[in-house]
């Protein structure tokens, strides 16, 4: 599809202010990424001679498929550059982006407090607790049911963007974004009948197996400092605070106890104290709270970050026909078998699709980016 051009009649944008200007007939080049629980960022070219050409401006929406399925999306410019010939190249940021601009009126943070995901939402965002700063134009659904403690407007979470990451940290659930509707999953994607084989299309895969980064378990600790006054002179000394007991990693596996030691010092607002009175009450409090970072961190992406896969390394050069690859999406999981005849599932966890042709740029699958790249066979339009 050609990209559409969009202006917002309000400047807090929602689904009814968005007003239509036109089709840019002219786009050269335009792409959409999209990364689980990260960025959709939309890149475009377009010639000096498209007929909206001075109406692309920035803080202006492109509209636009971000893949084979969903509904076009809108992506706010942010940036542009116009070459020597007139060119313009612009990129722009997904809608949801807008959530950061609606901040909370106050600190309403009374320790961690434990609700559904969807009550966590009903609860900030309910117009009668007063607690943004803007109405609020998104809608929000979560398929998770647990209750996930939390702590809303606890340091990180100023604005109703950051609380949603948050969120997601907490839960450990990942966010699907249709323009205004926010949906946090328990996992995107699916399995799906899909196998990468050697020798038919991949090319120079290694498997790196490696134990010095696999971990068990988690603790939680962060970084004080006391001051104190004794005989008209000044101290301060260091105090380390750790959670109560090592969490344990769901479905890890090692043959011995290996221990993270996670620095949460950054998620306090207050890490300095005037005395030890003021701090040594209250260690049995914190080392509390740092059980809950040790839990939000165990059910972040953050530990998978720091988990070494056993499928690193493998990369992967896609040679299927274009089709093959309309059934997979962000966060599917496909079979790769390898030239020694190991089978090793690998998840999508980023995509880049060419909006113009309607085809894959790349896929990039497991934890360190394994690269689906370049198709030989190409369609136009």
């Not at 893949?67 to 190249?89: C, K, L, M, R, W």
Request: aromatic share 12%; with cysteine.
């Amino acid at each position: 599809m050609l990209p559409l051009l969009y202006v917002s009649e309000l400047t807090r944008p929602s689904q009814t202010s968005m007003r239509y200007i036109g089709r840019l007939t002219k786009c050269v080049k335009c792409s959409v990424s999209m990364q689980i629980n990260k960025d959709y960022q939309l890149s475009a070219a377009f010639t000096a001679t498209d007929p909206l050409i001075n109406e692309i401006q920035n803080q202006r929406f492109i509209k636009a498929k971000p893949n084979f399925t969903d509904n076009p999306q809108y992506f706010e410019i942010y940036n542009q550059s116009v070459s020597e010939n007139g060119q313009v190249t612009i990129t722009a940021r997904h809608i949801k982006h807008c959530c950061y601009n609606n901040v909370l009126k106050q600190d309403i943070s009374n320790g961690p407090q434990s609700n559904t995901p969807q009550g966590h939402w009903d609860f900030l965002t309910d117009p009668y607790n007063e607690l943004l700063a803007f109405e609020n134009n998104f809608s929000f659904y979560s398929n998770i049911n647990e209750q996930v403690p939390m702590e809303i407007g606890y340091t990180k979470s100023d604005t109703l963007g950051m609380f949603l990451e948050e969120l997601a940290t907490a839960s450990g659930g990942e966010y699907y974004y249709d323009n205004f509707n926010i949906s946090l999953l328990s996992r995107l994607g699916a399995k799906k009948n899909y196998t990468l084989r050697w020798g038919r299309n991949i090319g120079s895969p290694a498997l790196s197996l490696s134990s010095a980064t696999v971990y068990t378990h988690v603790i939680a600790y962060a970084d004080f400092t006391v001051k104190y006054t004794h005989d008209g002179t000044d101290y301060e000394y260091p105090v380390r605070i750790c959670s109560k007991t090592p969490l344990a990693i769901p479905n890890a596996s090692n043959r011995l106890d290996k221990i993270y030691m996670y620095d949460a010092t950054s998620t306090f607002k207050k890490t300095t104290f005037d005395d030890v009175t003021s701090i040594g009450p209250f260690y049995d409090a914190y080392r509390t709270i740092l059980d809950w970072r040790a839990y939000a961190f165990i059910h972040s992406t953050a530990i998978k970050n720091v988990q070494a896969a056993e499928s690193s390394n493998l990369k992967v050069t896609f040679r299927q026909p274009l089709d093959e690859m309309k059934e997979i999406a962000l966060g599917d999981t496909v079979n790769i078998i390898l030239k020694s005849g190991h089978t090793v599932e690998a998840r999508i966890t980023k995509t880049d699709f060419d909006v113009l042709a309607e085809r894959w740029n790349t896929l990039e699958i497991g934890q360190q980016r394994v690269l689906l790249s370049k198709y030989i066979a190409k369609t136009t339009r």
